[in-house]
């Protein structure tokens, strides 16, 4: 990948970057502590971790949507794709759990690369239909490939996570165990995303997303850079799916459905898009907001429609959108 | 399997039947996406929506005719409040803000039916002069097959006529390809854009209870038919009516005999195909950039 002229500015100003360096890595670390909090802030373990799995899912989408201005429909296939292959490595190949989770993520980026190379051929509203159209194709393949998936009953009997090493012994029967370990996983992945932004090709995204012109007049490979990002964003989608899999022990269907494509745009539409922290606060509102809702209603769906279409109309920046815009009194231009 | 005449006819009466719903939801669609630059995810809803608004009409009424009339206009006038105060507000801010507002809108309007009639569907039967098996002397053909075909083409020809030989059917066209120029013109084009969403959703509305009795009535029948319903338009080309009638006759052909060929590839065959579509004719079958062909 080229590297543009701006990178090179940008290695010209070493010292003050120097001198900003903690402050970069400060919105990865308030994102780390407050998920290492989570289990005490929710009503019950299961849905921390649920939480803190959406959250990877939701920055991994980030990446594309927020981050590379490019609005995909067919997400789903990404993490129900990883988390179908993680399921079928421990379940038909029983594969321990640390191989299981490695080809769930690269199923996913391999998933991420097919997208890429087919639906980046078309542009805007011919790129989300396409990206919907490839995903449908996963869904009817998994359900119609029962023997392997379950079809429409899921795949069932994915193992426990478990560590049996000499001197630590951990099994996610503990549903704080499971919490902690998953944390770790899911903290490594969103540190190699903070990371990510901050290489040239984040910085090339960021360009091509606020003037495509003027990125390629620059010799931004502009193509190159959004098959990539796409690609990574699958990698990380496709770990978060694989990681579902092991928390709630099954792949259900609904992993691959057009729903869950929906539910991870609203949730980086809700927490703010093209910001590091929002996705994250997306996935933990939402999640916690469903929880709260479905438990006093039955149309928890409706409140929640209701909920998207205000977002839409009047609050577009989601919610650390709108924190960042209150906090410096100008509206925040997302910064890599 | 034996190849009969009568066989091939069954399945391609089976399959224009179904391709006419198709046509209806997809002239909506690339209606609304050829004028008003919204990819309409309330689509779906609005189906919905018209299949139970002519299920209360039915119940009250017994007329099946009264039950298609109240379920266009309903459809329409909902849509028309639809575009006026929500949609309204989001032309100019790019692609994706409306689409993800009728995306929303599609969640509440579904779930205030479950809330109204229950999670259950319900039940609408085939109109008594319609069920019976018309005879045309190489094959039988269910009455209400015919009926259905027949007035899809009717409604097809009216809407031509409306587009290609009324004022305001000029002003549509004119509109689609290029808006500024009508305001400039001294045109009202918001009254345009209502007229072009209200249109739409009561197609939508209309094709629900078209649909009732063969397909039946229950709260998600609208997700579920409404990608299949982008298909359409995508193949047949965004914003391109022509291209919609084409491709949704086309595309409830090869449903209908993709199901008894290869069933376990029923619901792939219209992905694949409009994968190839995109990737081989972005712009579809007959579209062409911002024009209503």
Same mark, same amino acid.
């Given at each position: 990948m080229q590297t543009s002229t701006l990178t090179r500015s940008h290695h010209g100003a070493r010292p003050s970057a120097r001198l900003q360096r903690p402050k970069r890595w400060l919105d990865l670390l308030g994102t780390l502590a407050f998920l290492s909090l989570l289990p005490w802030l929710v009503p019950h373990q299961s849905l921390a971790t649920s939480m803190l799995i959406f959250a990877l899912f939701a920055s991994a989408y980030n990446l594309v949507f927020g981050y590379g201005g490019m609005l995909s429909l067919g997400h789903a296939a990404l993490f129900g794709g990883g988390a179908y292959a993680a399921g079928i490595a421990a379940v038909h190949a029983q594969l321990p759990w640390g191989l299981s989770l490695l080809f769930g993520a690269v199923v996913g980026l391999g998933i991420g690369v097919i997208f890429a190379f087919l639906s980046l051929r078309v542009r805007g509203i011919y790129f989300a239909m396409i990206t919907l159209a490839l995903a449908q194709c996963a869904y009817f393949f998994a359900y119609r490939n029962a023997n392997w998936t379950? /079809?429409?009953? /899921?795949?069932? /009997?994915v193992p426990p996570l478990q560590i049996d090493w000499e001197f630590l012994q951990l099994s996610s029967a503990d549903p704080l165990s499971k919490y902690y370990l998953i944390f770790i996983i899911v903290a490594g992945a969103l540190g190699l995303l903070r990371a990510l932004l901050y290489t040239p090709l984040g910085r090339s995204l960021s360009m091509i997303r606020q003037n495509e012109q003027r990125a390629a007049a620059c010799g931004v490979p502009v193509l190159r850079v959004r098959q990539l990002t796409f690609a990574i964003s699958g990698l990380l989608s496709g770990l978060a799916g694989a990681l579902y899999a092991y928390h709630i022990g099954t792949v259900p269907l609904e992993t691959l459905s057009v729903h869950l494509s929906g539910q991870v745009v609203m949730m980086v539409l809700l927490g703010g898009m093209a910001t590091f922290v929002g996705p994250v606060v997306g996935a933990v509102v939402f999640l916690g907001a469903e929880n709260l809702l479905s438990d006093l209603t039955d149309y928890w769906q409706m409140i929640s429609g209701i909920l998207f279409m205000l977002l839409v109309l009047f609050f577009s920046k989601g919610i650390w959108g709108g924190v960042q815009t209150i906090g410096q009194g100008r509206p925040a231009e997302p910064k890599p | 399997m034996q190849w009969t005449i009568d066989l091939i006819f069954q399945q391609a009466a089976a399959g224009l039947a179904l391709g006419s719903i198709y046509v209806l939801l997809a002239v909506g669609l690339t209606l609304i996406f050829g004028l008003l630059n919204v990819v309409n995810f309330s689509h779906g809803a609005f189906y919905m929506l018209g299949a139970y608004l002519g299920f209360v009409t039915l119940e009250y009424t017994q007329s099946f005719t009264a039950a298609i009339v109240v379920a266009a206009l309903g459809g329409a006038a909902i849509g028309g409040l639809f575009e006026r105060f929500l949609i309204r507000r989001l032309y100019g801010k790019g692609i994706d803000y409306p689409l993800l507002l009728t995306f929303g809108a599609a969640y509440v309007i579904v779930d205030a039916v479950r809330m109204i009639f229950g999670r259950e569907g319900v039940h609408v039967d085939t109109p008594d002069a319609l069920s019976e098996v018309i005879d045309l002397g190489f094959g039988l053909l269910p009455g209400y097959r015919l009926f259905l075909i027949g007035l899809c083409l009717g409604l097809v020809l009216l809407l031509w006529l409306l587009l290609e030989r009324t004022r305001w059917g000029l002003i549509i066209r004119a509109g689609a390809q290029d808006g500024t120029i009508i305001r400039i013109l001294g045109i009202d084009i918001s009254r345009v854009w209502l007229m072009a969403f209200s249109l739409g959703s009561g197609l939508a509305a209309l094709s629900g209870i078209l649909a009732a009795p063969m397909r039946g009535v229950h709260p998600d029948m609208g997700s579920a038919i409404l990608v299949d319903a982008f298909v359409v338009t995508v193949v047949g080309g965004m914003g391109s009516l022509s291209g919609a009638v084409l491709a949704g006759l086309l595309i409830g052909m090869v449903v209908s005999f993709v199901t008894l060929l290869a069933p376990e590839f029923q619901e792939l065959s219209i992905y694949v195909l409009m994968t190839l579509m995109l990737l081989a004719r972005p712009q579809g079958l007959l579209g062409r950039r911002g024009a209503l062909g």
């Open positions: 379950g /079809g429409d009953n /899921g795949l069932r /009997g | -």
